[in-house]
């Protein structure tokens, strides 16, 4: 990857900001559930600002996938966000899985998540990332008819690629991958999600270190991606702290949004590809 400033690889810390919408779509009934839901407000509550504060200190500008329903019930949250410079990406509107919608099902998310995040943050995102990053094979298409940039959802690649949707068009794709999400390592909620094995912020800082320093020697693109009623707590986020500054201390890593890196990838002229759909 021919990356900008002489720099050898990029890196990018990245949010989701479910919050109650993770938990909400195809159940409901969660909401009966007072400690339930008071565990996933404490994102937007106190993660979101504490957070912001972190990437202030270390100087990151960063991205932040949010959903419609996140965006509509917490709009001060989302505003703070976009005050502090940083890039509002979409999300779905409900953290719906494409996979489990029909083709109209998702355009109504699509579009749903997007007017929310106009009416309330005042912003046209460049950039999606499914939720539960499980893009279905007609999401490209969607994302190019409607002017996006960029995807970040798919995992085969360690940087970043144009994604063919068809002959015309593509999308920049920027890869993530399940050992840099703090979900598997952090998440605990009875009867919802997780194994009750809840790991130490050090153990899980290491990993994410550790899968920094391999992409950085081989000129890759390195995505951490947290969830602000997971990793804004204190432990944690002083750990993501360590973790920022291990990382800004290399100077020939790029730190960026990622519709900085997208506009960067998108103006290489890079021949799209994509991967094929089996037939069983």
């Known amino acids: 990857m021919n990356w900008p400033d002489g720099f050898s690889a990029a890196a990018a810390f990245t949010f989701d900001v479910d919050a109650e919408s993770a938990i909400l779509w195809n159940a409901p009934h969660h909401a009966d559930r007072m400690s339930v839901i008071s565990h996933q407000a404490y994102g937007p509550l106190v993660g979101v600002p504490r957070l912001l504060g972190l990437l202030e200190r270390h100087r990151i500008r960063s991205t932040f996938f949010v959903p419609g329903y996140t965006a509509e019930r ?39 998540g997007l007017d929310a995040l106009r009416r309330t943050a005042g912003v046209t995102p460049a950039g999606y990332r499914a939720p539960m990053w499980d893009l279905s094979w007609h999401t490209p298409a969607l994302l190019a008819e409607r002017g996006f940039l960029y995807d970040s959802s798919l995992m085969d690649a360690d940087a970043p690629y144009e994604l063919r949707v068809d002959e015309r068009r593509s999308l920049v794709e920027i890869p993530i991958q399940w050992s840099l999400d703090d979900w598997e390592q952090f998440c605990y909620l009875p009867d919802i999600s997780g194994s009750g094995l809840i790991e130490t912020p050090a153990k899980a800082r290491e990993l994410w270190q550790a899968e920094f320093d391999a992409l950085h020697e081989v000129g890759g693109c390195w995505v951490m991606t947290n969830h602000p009623f997971l990793t804004g707590r204190p432990s944690r986020a002083r750990e993501l702290g360590r973790l920022m500054e291990h990382v800004t201390s290399h100077d020939d890593v790029w730190v960026a949004a990622l519709g900085d890196i997208a506009a960067h990838v998108r103006g290489l002229g890079l021949t799209p590809r994509s991967i094929v759909r089996p037939q069983p």
């Open 74 to 112: 917490y709009p001060q949250t989302v505003k703070a966000i976009v005050a502090a410079g940083h890039e509002i990406a979409h999300h779905g509107y409900l953290h719906e899985q494409p996979t489990g919608l029909s083709r109209a099902q998702e355009i109504e998310a699509l579009d749903r």
